[in-house]
């Protein structure tokens, strides 16, 4: 989405002028602020949204750095979460008894953002078998694909490019995995949670929003993964309450955007 505002920003004064405009953000403003690239492209960032008549984030954190930075004032800087589409299919409900491997799933692209290329010192203590499907493709996928070789042999790293059915991976998982370095707020979380998935994720900040209004398992290092995996693996009832508070949360989502109400109105 930043690349969009950049170029309304290079546009020549007038070229919007009448033209009902929204924006939204899809990553904190903090982040893509950072160094002096990113600095100098605020200015055109601010340039290109200040027609704007609704500008969008998907938290509340995105929002108050939104307005404190400029970007846009609390009239029209506005939360909207991810909206999903629902799938129809029956639910599947979490595996039952201890489990004698843990599924997880990512899902979305392969960059050094999300921080698959972890996976290696995150399993290396993890002695209960761990199964890893990857769905996309990125810049990164080459080097992440490398490393099973890595890992030890009771682990195992599957990729998967592009697929059109998430769900049907989502169902087959104990868990969403996203060991990243940072995010907002991503929308294979909400994905998960409507099908009654939880995500173990890294304590970075976005995650630690989402923990408050949904089941997140956070890991600072590999011995709070390890004690995550072994939780999932043999604990059936907090595999059974996840699902439980995963199918609540996502219940709260708005199935209507309010960007595409604003331009039609």
């Known amino acids: 989405m930043r690349g969009s505002h950049l170029v309304l920003g290079l546009l020549p004064p ?36 200040r027609r704007a008549g609704l500008i969008t984030a998907p938290s509340n954190r995105a929002v108050d750095e939104l307005i404190e930075g400029g970007f846009g004032d609390s009239r029209r800087v506005k939360v909207e979460h991810n909206i999903i589409k629902r799938a129809v299919k029956p639910l599947v409900p979490p595996r039952a008894g201890v489990l004698d491997s843990v599924r997880l799933v990512f899902a979305g692209r392969i960059s050094k953002q999300k921080g698959l ?20 493709d990125g810049e990164e996928k080459r080097n992440v694909a490398e490393l099973h070789k890595k890992l030890k042999p009771m682990h195992s790293l599957e990729f998967l490019s592009h697929v059109d059915d998430v769900v049907s991976h989502l169902d087959w998982s104990d868990a969403v995995i996203m060991p ?85 109105s």
């Not at 070229?15 to 953000?25: I, P, Q």
């Not at 290696?120 to 769905?135: E, G, M, N, S, Y």
Request: net charge neutral; charged share 25%.
């Open 14 to 49: 007038g070229a919007l002028a009448g033209k009902r405009l929204a924006a939204s953000f899809h990553q904190l403003p903090s982040t893509d602020s950072a160094g002096v690239q990113g600095k100098v492209e605020n200015i055109i960032v601010k340039r290109g949204v």
């Open 117 to 136: 290329d972890r996976l290696p010192d995150l399993l290396k203590d993890v002695t209960v078998p761990v199964h890893i499907r990857c769905l996309g």
């Open 180 to 264: 990243s370095r940072w995010e907002l707020n991503p929308l294979v979380v909400w994905e998960a949670r409507a099908r009654g998935r939880s995500t173990v994720g890294s304590r970075i900040e976005a995650f630690q929003d989402l923990e408050k209004n949904g089941p997140m398992w956070l890991f600072s290092n590999g011995q709070e993964f390890e004690s995550i995996v072994s939780t999932l693996a043999t604990q059936p009832d907090v595999r059974a309450k996840a699902f439980a508070d995963a199918l609540e949360s996502s219940q709260n989502l708005n199935l209507r955007s309010s960007i595409v109400d604003y331009l039609g």
